[in-house]
């Protein structure tokens, strides 16, 4: 049904495959005027200066500072030559592509909202550290973010030798989920890839 109103523009539901269930009667319905015609299209809209949370995020607490209660970790070790530059850059392309990644949640008289930072006030310190410490590792993952003032996003770069890094990678829950977390995984690559090889990262198109 979706494929359907998306095709003719039509406001259908399921509940219409069972009244209408063969191809001639549902062909009839799509000719037939409906109210639900009038709803608006998804598409970009312009953002209100203070944005509502979403129904999901106003069920995590912003001000949990339990280890790791909303953190979702992941380190990636780099084998070979590290291009630090491109990743800086790499790590730019993100964040100005994934605005939840530079968002923060502080309160406000009318509840809390979301604050879309730049990305220079988002962009997170990726000075190497000169040596891999597991100690320091498991506290950069387990740090807790306050979302109220801190970006949902924490790197830090590890050395380990010239010929080897470990990137520890921490982001928050309020921002990121499982679905998504593969495609800031897969876009990370992509530009890093990019930018090593002296161009910008190329998006796939956008649905909207």
């Not at 129904?55 to 280890?67: C, F, G, L």
């Not at 992941?74 to 800086?88: H, L, M, P, Y």
């Not at 962009?123 to 000169?130: C, E, G, R």
Request: contains cysteine; hydrophobic residues 45%.
């Amino acid at each position: 049904m979706a494929r359907i109103n998306d095709r003719w523009g039509t406001g259908l539901g399921v509940r219409d495959v069972f009244d209408a269930p063969t191809v001639a009667a549902l062909a009839a319905r799509i000719e037939e005027p409906s109210p639900d015609d009038a709803r608006p299209r998804l598409g970009q809209i312009e953002l209100p200066e203070k944005i509502p949370l979403a129904p999901a995020q106003a069920h995590i607490d912003r001000t949990a500072t339990a280890p790791a209660l909303y953190s979702i970790p992941c380190t990636i070790r780099v084998r070979g030559r590290f291009d630090r530059a491109a990743f800086e850059q790499a790590v730019g392309d993100v964040l100005e592509r994934h605005r939840a990644l530079r968002t923060i949640y502080p309160d406000g008289p009318a509840g809390p909202y979301q604050h879309l930072l730049d990305v220079a006030d988002a962009f997170p310190d990726l000075t190497p550290t000169p040596r891999e410490d597991a100690a320091v590792i498991d506290a950069v993952l387990a740090d807790p973010f306050d979302v109220r003032a801190q970006p949902p996003l924490r790197i830090r770069v590890f050395e380990h030798g010239r010929n080897e890094h470990l990137i520890a990678c921490v982001f928050h829950h309020i921002s990121v989920d499982g679905w998504s977390f593969a495609t800031l995984a897969g876009d990370l690559t992509l530009a890093y890839a990019a930018r090593a090889s002296g161009t910008a990262p190329q998006w796939p198109a956008r649905a909207v």
